[in-house]
């Protein structure tokens, strides 16, 4: 029986909205000496003022989600400056540490140029054979034919 209930006052609420709407919006004012005004607005204006607060809501809705946006953006941009920054501090650091080292090899190839200048006049003196006629032992030769080579050099 209630449900019965429910819907017949559903009915009558929706009957009593579509008689208004036909008839207009009617709205009461009360003034500041205590009288009421009554004021009826036609449904076109109604309705004009509906689309109204829907853009505006639209619009605000589409702003406030441009500007989240927006500030995401920038904080992410703001983060890639100043790893950016670090990287490139890094990266002069690795620059110069590189081209230490680099001016280091260059000492190191020059004194090894020097150290066989100094064997050749040392094996020169001395009546010793070449450095450049026997392989060292344990610099590249293996298996089989390192083998050969260590039992050759015993001899």
Known sequence: MRSHHAFARTRSVCRHLAESWRTGLTIFAFTRTGAMRRLRVAPPA????????????LLSGGLI??????????????????ETVRLERE?????????????????LVQEVGRLRELEAMIRTISGMESAGEQPLIGTGYGG??????REQLRE
């Not at 109604?46 to 809501?57: D, E, K, R, S």
């Not at 089989?144 to 080579?149: D, F, Q, T």
Request: aromatic share 2%; hydrophobic share 50%.
């Open 91 to 107: 990266n002069d650091e690795l620059i110069s540490r590189l081209a230490a080292q680099a001016e280091q090899l260059s000492r």
């Open 65 to 82: 989600h441009h500007a989240a946006r927006y500030t995401m953006h920038l904080t992410r941009t703001v983060r890639l400056e100043r």
């Open 144 to 149: 089989l034919e390192g083998r050969a080579l």
């Open 46 to 57: 109604v309705l004009a003022v509906l689309l109204l607060l829907a853009a505006a809501g």
